[in-house]
T-cell receptor, first 113, second 116 residues
Framework: AQSVTQLDSHVSVSEGTPVLLRCNYS??????LFWYVQHPNKGLQLLLKYTSAATLVKGINGFEAEFKKSETSFHLTKPSAHMSDAAEYFC???????????FGSGTRLQVQP | DAGVIQSPRHEVTEMGQEVTLRCKPI?????LFWYRQTMMRGLELLIYFNNNVPIDDSGMPEDRFSAKMPNASFSTLKIQPSEPRDSAVYFC??????????????FGPGTRLTVL
């Protein structure tokens, strides 16, 4: 069975400082991993995805994530936070043969001026 | 492309009433998914379709929920009768391929349902 754990429910950073949102996954197979962002009262937007190619994945808006199989992690990072990054971020796992996505519980990112 | 379109964006109804949520997937996408988001349970998959055929409805909470996809460009999620515990945001998503695990799912803006 697949599962995903987002280690922090809330993260607060100052504008211009680095962002780190942590995600650990559990999967019986080689999973696909995604990060989605949800701005208030909006739908979910794909930030980036890992599908067994390069382990360092670059996404939109300066975000990137590194797949580390040995640590079963897929942490999301950004070098410099912007006010517009304030949102909820979801780490998502999907296994081969399964169309359903399994979502983490979400991490709410606050960006202080 | 207009993206995934959902209607209505907000729905307020009274317990016992029938509620119908609508979704138009991205043109050319073969798979369609319905999700529910609540504070208590997060995001859960309710049902998904591939080529208009329901593939897995194991996430549908109970018989009060039903979903249809009469053609490639339209799907409905119906709740009859509705109950206060059905209050949530319902998302529709679509993906291009056959719903493989590597596919990107594109989400609509959601329908916020409140059952009084």
């Amino acid at each position: 069975a697949q599962s995903v754990t987002q280690l922090d429910s809330h993260v607060s950073v100052s504008e211009g400082t680095p962002v780190l949102l942590r995600c650990n996954y559990s999967s019986s197979y080689s999973p696909s991993l995604f990060w989605y962002v949800q701005h208030p009262n909006k739908g979910l937007q794909l930030l980036l995805k890992y599908t067994s190619a390069a382990t360092l994945v670059k996404g939109i808006n300066g975000f990137e994530a590194e797949f580390k199989k040995s640590e079963t992690s897929f942490h999301l990072t950004k070098p410099s936070a912007h006010m517009s990054d304030a949102a909820e971020y979801f780490c998502v796992v999907s296994e081969p043969g399964r169309r359903a996505l399994t979502f983490g519980s979400g991490t709410r990112l606050q960006v202080q001026p | 492309d207009a993206g995934v379109i959902q209607s209505p964006r907000h729905e307020v109804t009274e317990m016992g009433q029938e509620v119908t949520l609508r979704c138009k997937p991205i043109s050319g996408h073969n798979s369609l998914f319905w999700y529910r988001q609540t504070m208590m349970r997060g995001l859960e998959l309710l049902i998904y379709f591939n080529n208009n055929v329901p593939i897995d409805d194991s996430g549908m909470p109970e018989d009060r929920f039903s979903a249809k996809m009469p053609n490639a460009s339209f799907s409905t999620l119906k709740i009859q009768p509705s109950e206060p515990r059905d209050s949530a945001v319902y998302f529709c998503a679509s993906s291009l391929e056959g719903g493989a695990s590597t596919d990107t799912q594109y989400f609509g803006p959601g329908t916020r349902l409140t059952v009084l």
